[in-house]
């Protein structure tokens, strides 16, 4: 039974579990060997309140593809892995880092960022905040955010900020750009598709069908895809944060409709499972345009502790919705939104012209069509000219009063 000191506190929060030093120099791990992890220096720590001290250049195999994997050190200082949390967290282990083995098909990586989270936070703890808030965005001067690039392939990070994971901070620098990993499901498991490097790789307009990372078609003005950006913590060996950008899983003819896709959560590709164990943290969103050949929108939503989602981005007019019963002329039920609706307004000409004939008209509404009738008889009518110059009718636009057709004759050799 846990005894209570003289603050109340049980024997369990004063039971610490994490890393108390590490010694050597240079890299901290080596994973450049599929299914192999290296921790390559030295340490110590305490694992139930008991000190661990570990020798470097230790190597764990069996790390298969689709799974995440925490790395740490038993109580022997022994190197370890397992894929459960709730072994990892649960004060038998040093846990020092999270590594990720995608999905061997098409592509096979490793991503790693670390877990060495200090001794001074009691195990009880560290699992419960894992749990409940994981990594958060500080949210510093609104710092952190999503930018399109100058040559707007790229997609760069604007102002400073913090990644925080309890204990773990992560210096988020803006940088323009930004080195990318682009991850899709293949259906189910994580896939790399590709590495955005910095500065040379442009980023491509990839959605995911079915599970297969599929470039942008289409002709100019459409076709437009989403990606959701990510960021997790550095990985020791580089100070710099892992960047993820998550391809959507559905592509769209116009910008308004992946707007809306956002705003509603449909279709949008978010992390889970394996990729999610890497503590991603969400950036927000970007829209690909395939005839623009880079980004043509920004939404930030930035997840943070201060409240729940931080979205500067959001006040757009693709995420103010309309309500669309009573359109039924130039908007229609497809206008969801205010940005699509300003779109299907700003395609209609400027002089205002007749696409068709309706084949009916409307209740006390006027109709032009655009029905002319040129075969003219010797019938004459008699119709008074401004001037006196005389001439003859070229034709006649049908039209509808109501429902009621009509003819307008037409001239074509006199000016009124």
């Known amino acids: 039974m846990a005894t209570q000191n003289a603050i109340n506190i049980g024997d369990s929060a004063r039971c610490f579990t994490g890393v108390a030093t590490w010694g050597g120099t240079g890299n901290y791990f080596d994973d450049t060997t599929l299914g192999s992890f290296t921790v390559l220096r030295a340490g110590t720590g305490f694992a139930r309140g008991k000190p661990v001290s570990w020798a ?95 040559t707007i392939s790229k997609m760069d990070i604007v102002g400073s900020d913090a990644l925080l994971d309890h204990g773990l901070e992560t210096a988020i620098s803006a940088a323009s750009p930004v080195t990318w990993h682009k991850m899709h499901t293949n259906p189910s498991n994580w896939v790399h598709q590709a590495t955005v490097t910095n500065p040379g790789d442009t980023f491509g307009g990839y959605w995911n069908n079915a599970g297969t990372a599929t470039a942008l078609t289409g002709a100019a003005n459409n076709k437009f895809c989403v990606y959701t950006f990510y960021v997790s913590k550095d990985n020791k060996n580089s100070a710099s944060p892992i960047y993820i950008a998550v391809l959507g899983l559905a592509k769209y003819d116009k910008q308004a409709d992946a707007a809306t896709a956002i705003s509603t959560g449909t279709n949008i590709g ?147």
């Open 270 to 416: 978010f992390a889970s499972g394996e990729l999610l164990t890497l503590e991603l943290c969400r950036l927000g969103y970007g829209i690909y345009g395939y005839a623009a050949g880079g980004f043509v929108q920004v939404v930030i939503s930035k997840a943070t502790f201060q409240q729940a989602s931080s979205t500067s981005g959001t006040n757009t007019a693709s995420l103010i919705t309309t309500t669309t019963t009573n359109f039924d002329g130039m908007l229609s039920a497809s206008n969801t939104n205010v940005q699509s609706a300003l779109e299907t307004i700003n395609d209609f000409p400027k002089a205002l012209s007749a696409q068709a004939d309706p084949g009916s008209g409307t209740v006390s509404k006027t109709t032009l069509t655009n029905v002319v009738n040129s075969s003219l008889s010797t019938g004459a009518m008699t119709i008074l000219s401004t001037t006196t110059n005389p001439g003859n009718s070229a034709g006649y636009i049908k039209m509808y009063v109501g429902t009621t057709v009509v003819y307008v004759p037409y001239f074509t050799n006199i000016a009124p």
């Open 56 to 150: 470097g250049n230790q190597t764990i195999t069996g790390l298969t593809a689709a799974n995440c994997y925490f790395i740490c050190m038993d109580s022997t200082g022994t190197i370890y892995k397992t894929t459960d949390e709730d072994t990892a967290y649960s004060g038998d282990y040093v846990p020092l880092f999270e590594c990720l083995r995608d999905s061997s098909s098409p592509t096979n990586v490793q991503l790693t960022v670390k877990e060495d989270h200090p001794y001074t936070v009691p195990f009880d703890v560290n699992h419960y905040l894992h749990d409940s808030i994981g990594t958060i965005i500080e949210n510093r001067n609104n710092g952190a955010n999503l930018s399109i690039n100058a």
